[in-house]
């Protein structure tokens, strides 16, 4: 046998650009949400493009599509605009009941988002010695314009001390068993 190094039980994540000039979202208003109180239009009315929809979806979709799922059909579903000031943070959180998430940087000057591994507290309790083997987060170097897709389940933050804003958004996939 031929010894082998395995890395199992990656997560995939997904970094790409984005044309902000295609991306058209109208909040019809924001209101304070979460427990930080950030301004977000979460659960307001928006007009949102179809064509912003579609660039949308094509970014998304290719990304999904290269980890070889099959599915039936993948929708995306509320999207929203969090604005933040240099105080404002979100504790960390998931977004349940969907399958990816993902997060673009409109006009934060730096992202400020950290990813926290899902195991991380058996890492801590069990192998702190190898922390540089087991990262128990990631705080990924983005700017406006970057858009970074992830699993729904994987739990995240954001820090204060940046202002701008961030459109997030859900998306569902529908598995070809259960047209």
Known sequence: MIAMRHNL????????????KKITIIDKGQKPT???RVHTSLHCDKEITEDTMVYLSSIIARHIDSLGITYHRAEIG??????YTQSDFQEPHI???SQWSFIIYESV???KTVFLNPYRASV?????MYKEFFVEEWC??????SIVIFPSFIEHYVLSGNTGST???NVFLTMSWEN
């Open 167 to 169: 459109i997030a958004g």
């Open 34 to 36: 979460f427990r930080s």
């Open 78 to 83: 509320e999207i929203w605009r969090n604005t």
């Open 124 to 128: 801590q309790t069990q192998m702190p």
């Open 95 to 97: 977004h349940p009941f």
């Open 109 to 111: 000057e730096k992202s």
């Open 9 to 20: 039980f990656t997560i995939p994540f997904f970094v790409d650009e984005v044309d902000l």
């Open 140 to 145: 990924p170097e983005l700017k406006a314009g």
